[in-house]
């Protein structure tokens, strides 16, 4: 099971940007689709973007598109998520998110295997 780290979580004023980074653990020979999923208090856990391996598809929740953009440095073993125009609604702890090794696809949280830990996204409005 591959380990996630994420960073660049942050407080930030609505209509302001935020830039998550995760970088997994080495695991040679493995190749998987990558994502972000959030958590808001009170409520379930949602999907909001993923990448395939190597990283030409993408996929977004609605209410995330034209806004957050994902994406990945295989040679880093990373992928990012860049955030503007932050709304309140946004806020939630964002986990980096890995599929099984081989699932090169992953078009819902139920497609992700390892979860990190999560980091904290506040907007303030």
């Known amino acids: 099971q591959v380990q996630l780290v994420e960073s660049g979580g942050g407080l930030v004023q609505a209509g302001g940007s935020l830039r998550l980074s995760c970088v997994a653990s080495e695991h040679t020979g493995s190749y998987y689709a990558m994502g972000w999923i959030r958590q808001a208090p009170g409520k379930e856990r949602e999907f909001v973007a993923s990448i395939s391996w190597p990283g030409a598809n993408t996929y977004y929740r609605n209410s995330v598109k034209g806004r957050f953009t994902i994406s990945r440095d295989n040679s880093k073993n990373s992928v990012y998520l860049q955030m503007n125009d932050l709304k309140p609604e946004d806020t939630a702890v964002y986990y980096c998110?890995?599929?099984?090794?081989?699932?090169?696809?992953?078009?819902?949280?139920?497609?992700?295997?390892?979860w990190g830990q999560g980091t904290q996204v506040t907007v303030s409005s």
């Open positions: 998110a890995a599929a099984r090794s081989g699932t090169l696809y992953a078009r819902g949280s139920a497609d992700f295997a390892s």
